[in-house]
């Protein structure tokens, strides 16, 4: 992936995180996932009162594409943070990574944690869910 790709993403996850519904922890994170075909979709972490029911801001990204029937991705950008604008990278939790590996090879796959467009770290999904689960498993 070319580096105006990665900025690209980084902007669009940047914007995503404004709409975070996050009146509990204040933690925002924005998300910005890439299709290979070329498409992008945003997203938001959203909160419940019943805690458990948060969404974070990656799955809503992965469910909106699945949903809109995009279901090969390249990449996806990251940010969050309790502040006005993040000031550390973002990771993905244990849930959403498993999201991803059910819809992406590992070892192409590549996740951007970013403060923003120019402190970002990118690394594969097989780097951040080693000897992950997937669907390869199930296979007879
Ligand atoms: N959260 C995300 O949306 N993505 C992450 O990668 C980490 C955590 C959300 C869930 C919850 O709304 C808040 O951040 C604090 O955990």
């Given at each position: 992936m070319n580096k105006e790709t990665e900025l690209m993403l980084i902007k669009t996850a940047l914007e995503y995180r404004k709409h975070s519904y996050s009146p509990y922890s204040h933690f925002k994170v924005g998300a910005a996932l890439l299709g290979k075909n070329g498409r992008v979709f945003g997203g938001c972490n959203i909160e419940n009162a019943g805690y458990s029911s948060t969404n974070c801001a990656e799955r809503t990204a992965f469910f909106k594409a699945v949903s809109e029937g995009t279901r090969e991705f390249e990449a996806i950008a990251i940010v969050g943070g309790?502040?006005?604008?993040?000031?550390e990278l973002c990771a993905p939790c244990g849930v959403c990574r498993q999201v991803m590996a059910e819809f992406c090879k590992a070892d192409e796959f590549s996740i951007i944690m970013a403060v923003n467009e120019e402190n970002y770290e990118v690394h594969t999904l097989a780097e951040l869910l080693p000897y992950g689960f997937g669907p390869a498993n199930l296979d007879t």
């Open positions: 309790a502040g006005e604008e993040p000031s």
